[in-house]
């Protein structure tokens, strides 16, 4: 065989490109003839070198892709940077001329700005639409749960209201503020059995430390602990509608059966029973057992308080006669409404 | 909490210390914008609601460094300024008090609905992409908070990651707000 056809063969075997039966052919010649079993071996080593070189070059190349592709990305936060300093006045005054020269001649560099701009425009646009949305829920909030008391309370509601609405909205404030006190006490004792409830950490400090705040952070690792910490104070402080508040906006980020608990607790303390029966039933729904047994129990007040007994007697049937610690104090109180 | 605990929590763009404060002031704040606004009661709310906005602005953006007077006073500084610029826009067909206040400092904002298009195109795309992305764009661009706070709050790894991490979301923001501005000149 010609050293021409030895290398044409070999060449199409460490590529693959033979038949079967031929390449056992191949195999037996490597076996058989000394000449054909040197050429294959350099044949082969030369090829492996080739690959590895061809491998280098490439990792070479991917390396060098990558440092330009950081160096774009550090060039562009450069011109982000520059554009938020120009548009906030913090360049020096021969920065901002060059700044408008480059933006007068070079029209990549006018759109890139504008396009930039806008974003950094939208963004104080939404976030400032947020925070008075925010407000807006606020007020909403005072002007449904305090009426009587509100700071711009219409003069007109205030002369139709006769002296028997009056009497009869009297009645059922008493009657409200007399739960509400009751209720309060019991919110130390739930707050007592709950165990988790960080309210010993709240007590012993106004101002979240680290210390609290890995607390709450193990407690609850999917919110921000700070405004965690910030609910929990409300609530101890009694100011329960900035406690459910709070603990709604915990919610709109990041859904929680717990916090939810909680909004439902927040909300019987600000009266408003139907939101705390709805995120009782939610937490109950939610398959979460840590407080399904005050989850019975709170909802059961919250139908009291809205006027429901039959539906807290219908709930608390079996609940108060199984053996928990809730169970007993409804039991209790299913003896009262007797 | 005290009034400076409270500011410092504001600096730090502490939106629950923001609502702590609205609370404090606004039944001293209401009934004074009342008699400034010639009895509007929803004028006299949304006088208020846009001074807290500029406080927490002039408190995330380093301005309230230096308070000499006190909380109060300075909010109704805010207040009286918000009134006069406010009188000033008039002359310029602006009659609503929010959406001024929504627009203000915007430079060169004379084609209001162009000016509306890109901020909604904007506000849509902060709104579909990914929360993380968009709270680090807020935290950074509007609450002004460094990159070690940010890292520190949102767990990432260090200064240098988070500032990446920001590239990477103004970016993915300026894909999403072409995307949304070319579908809606489609449908235009």
Redesign the interface.
């Known amino acids: 065989m010609t050293n021409d056809k030895s290398v044409q063969l070999i060449e199409q075997y460490l590529v693959g490109a033979l038949s079967a039966k031929d390449s056992i052919n191949v195999e037996l010649l490597i076996l058989t003839d000394e000449a054909f079993g040197k050429l294959f071996n350099n044949m082969k080593s030369a090829l492996n070198l080739i690959s590895y070189q061809g491998r280098a070059d490439l990792f070479k190349k991917m390396k060098s892709w990558e440092t330009s592709l950081s160096k774009v ?1 550090m060039k ?2 450069n011109i ?1 940077e520059k554009i ?1 300093h120009y ?1 906030v006045g913090k360049l020096s005054v021969d920065e901002i001329l060059e700044f408008e020269k480059k933006l007068d001649n070079n029209p990549e560099f006018r759109q890139q700005f504008e ?2 701009k ?12 947020k ?2 949305k ?3 829920r ?2 909403a909030d005072m002007d449904a749960e305090e009426p009587q008391k509100g ?2 309370r ?1 003069l007109n509601s205030k002369k139709i209201l006769s002296y028997a609405a009056g009497l009869a909205l009297l009645m059922a404030l008493t009657f409200i503020i007399t739960m509400n006190i009751s209720t309060t006490q019991n919110n130390t004792s739930v707050i007592a059995a709950l165990g988790t409830y960080p309210s010993d950490l709240i007590q012993r400090s ?2 979240i430390d680290n210390e609290i705040s890995e607390r709450l952070k193990d407690l609850f690792p999917n919110h ?1 602990s ?2 965690v910490y ?2 929990f ?2 609530y101890e402080e009694g100011d329960y509608s ?1 406690a459910k ?2 603990y709604e ?1 915990l919610l709109t ?1 990041q859904q929680s059966s717990v916090i939810t608990f909680f909004k439902g607790q927040a909300a019987f303390g600000a009266l408003q029973y139907e939101d705390a029966i709805s995120a009782f039933d939610e937490y109950l729904s939610s398959g979460e057992q840590r407080y399904a047994d005050p989850s019975v129990y709170w909802k059961g007040l919250s139908l009291i308080a809205s006027g429901n007994e039959e539906g807290t007697k219908a709930l608390w049937s079996e609940f108060a006669t199984e053996d928990c610690h809730f169970c007993e104090k409804a039991a209790a109180i299913l003896e009262t409404l007797k | ?1 005290s009034e400076q ?1 409270l500011i410092k929590k504001l600096q730090e763009g ?7 404060i ?2 404090n002031y ?2 001293t704040f ?2 004074w914008a ?1 008699k400034q606004l010639s009895g509007n ?1 929803e004028e ?2 949304e006088l208020y ?2 001074t ?2 500029a406080l ?2 002039n408190a995330v953006n380093g301005k309230l460094v230096e308070l000499t007077s006190s909380l109060k006073t300075y909010i109704f500084a805010i207040g009286k300024n918000k009134i006069r610029e406010l009188r000033r826009a008039k002359g310029k067909k602006i009659n609503n008090i ?1 959406d001024f ?3 203000e400092d ?2 060169n904002v004379d084609d209001y609905e162009v000016f509306e298009e ?2 909604t ?3 849509q ?2 709104q579909n992409m990914d ?1 993380k992305c968009s709270e680090l ?2 935290r950074f ?2 609450k002004r908070q460094s990159m070690t706070e940010i890292s520190d ?1 949102m767990a990432y790894k260090n200064a240098k990651t988070t ?2 991490m ?2 990477k979301c ?2 993915r ?2 894909e999403l ?2 995307k949304i501005m070319a579908s809606s000149q489609k449908t235009i």
């Open positions: 990305a562009e936060n982000h938020e548009l396009e930039t806008r974003l950094f425009e939208g963004i104080k646009y939404t976030n400032r639409k925070l008075r925010r407000l807006q606020v007020e700071v711009v219409s106004p101002v921000d700070e405004q910030m609910a104070l409300a900035k508040a709070a906006s980020d | 909490m605990q502490d939106e629950l210390a923001f609502e702590k609205y609370m606004r039944d209401i009934p009342l009661e006299a709310k609601q846009v807290m906005i927490f602005e929010v206040a929504l627009r915007f430079p890109n901020m195109a904007v506000e795309g902060l929360s764009l807020t661009y509007y709050h500032k990446n920001k590239y103004l970016q923001l300026r707000v072409l």
